[in-house]
C-alpha cells in the first residue's frame, strides 16, 4: 500500500470531457505537488498547495488542497489532447524530513 | 537553459556489470535526489544530498551508491547491476527536500 494513493490509475475521455483526479492519504502533508509528465521526459511541476481548503487554478485546470490535508484533487474542464499524460500528486511531510513521496501516478488519455 | 542534465538517456547491462549515471545541475541548488520510476509504483526515493559532501539514504537504497563531491554533481553508481533494477532512473534538484523539484530527463536503463 502506497502512502498516497491515485484515482484512477487509467482514464481515457474524449476532448471536451471535465475529469477529477484524486489523491489520497491518511497522512498529514505540510504541503502538496502536483506534477505532469509525458514520454521521455521528467515530470514538471504543476502546482504547491500548502494551506488546507486551498484551491488554485491553472487555466482549465483546478487544483484543491483538503481541509484535512490528507488529500488533495485535480480537475480538468474541458478537457484537450494537450492534456494527455501522466499526472503525479507528491506530498511532503514535517516528520520525514520533508522529503517528498509520490503518488502511484495518473495516466491520462484525450481522444480529438 | 540547462537545468538538470542526465547522462546517459538508454543503457543496457548486463547481470553483475557495474555503471555509473550521471547527473548535473546549473541552478546552484543544495538539494539533489535520485529516484526510479516503475509502472504503478510512481517515483521511489533512492538516496538524497543536502550539499556538497552529505548524502543519504532514501526509499529504496539498496545495490545503489552515490557521492556528492561537488554541488552541481550527483552521480549514482550501481555496484553489480540486477534485472530488478530495469527502470527509468531520474534526478531532480531543488532549493530544499520538499520544495518544487526540477528533474532530469531520465536514463532509462535494461538489465539483461
Known amino acids: 500500500t502506497q502512502l498516497l494513493e491515485q484515482s484512477p490509475q487509467f482514464l481515457s475521455i474524449q476532448e471536451g470531457e471535465n475529469l477529477t483526479v484524486y489523491c489520497n492519504s491518511s497522512?498529514?502533508?505540510?504541503?502538496l505537488q502536483w506534477y505532469r509528465q509525458e514520454p521521455g521526459e521528467g515530470p514538471v511541476l504543476l502546482v504547491t498547495?500548502?494551506?488546507?481548503?486551498e484551491v488554485k487554478k491553472l487555466k482549465r485546470l483546478t487544483f484543491q488542497f483538503g481541509d484535512a490535508r490528507k488529500d488533495s484533487s485535480l480537475h480538468i474542464t474541458a478537457a484537450q489532447p494537450g492534456d494527455t499524460g501522466l499526472y503525479l500528486c507528491?506530498?511532503?511531510?514535517?516528520?520525514?524530513?520533508?522529503?517528498?513521496?509520490f503518488g502511484g501516478g495518473t495516466r491520462l488519455m484525450v481522444k480529438p | 537553459n540547462a537545468g538538470v542534465t542526465q547522462t546517459p538517456k538508454f543503457q543496457v547491462l548486463k547481470t553483475g556489470q557495474s555503471m555509473t549515471l550521471q547527473c548535473a545541475q546549473d541552478?546552484?541548488?543544495?538539494?539533489m535526489s535520485w529516484y526510479r520510476q516503475d509502472p504503478g509504483m510512481g517515483l521511489r526515493l533512492i538516496h538524497y544530498?543536502?550539499?556538497?559532501?552529505?548524502?543519504d539514504q532514501g526509499e529504496v537504497p539498496n545495490g545503489y551508491n552515490v557521492s556528492r563531491s561537488t554541488t552541481e554533481d550527483f552521480p549514482l553508481r550501481l555496484l553489480s547491476a540486477a534485472p530488478s533494477q530495469t527502470s527509468v532512473y531520474f534526478c531532480?534538484?531543488?532549493?530544499?527536500?520538499?520544495?518544487?523539484?526540477?528533474f532530469g530527463d531520465g536514463t532509462r536503463l535494461s538489465i539483461l
Open positions: 507528491a506530498g511532503a511531510r514535517n516528520n520525514a524530513g520533508n522529503m517528498l513521496t
Open positions: 544530498s543536502v550539499g556538497a559532501g552529505i548524502t
Open positions: 497522512s498529514v502533508f505540510s504541503s
Open positions: 531532480a534538484s531543488s532549493r530544499g527536500p520538499g520544495q518544487p523539484q526540477h
Open positions: 541552478m546552484n541548488h543544495e538539494y
Open positions: 498547495v500548502v494551506t488546507g481548503g
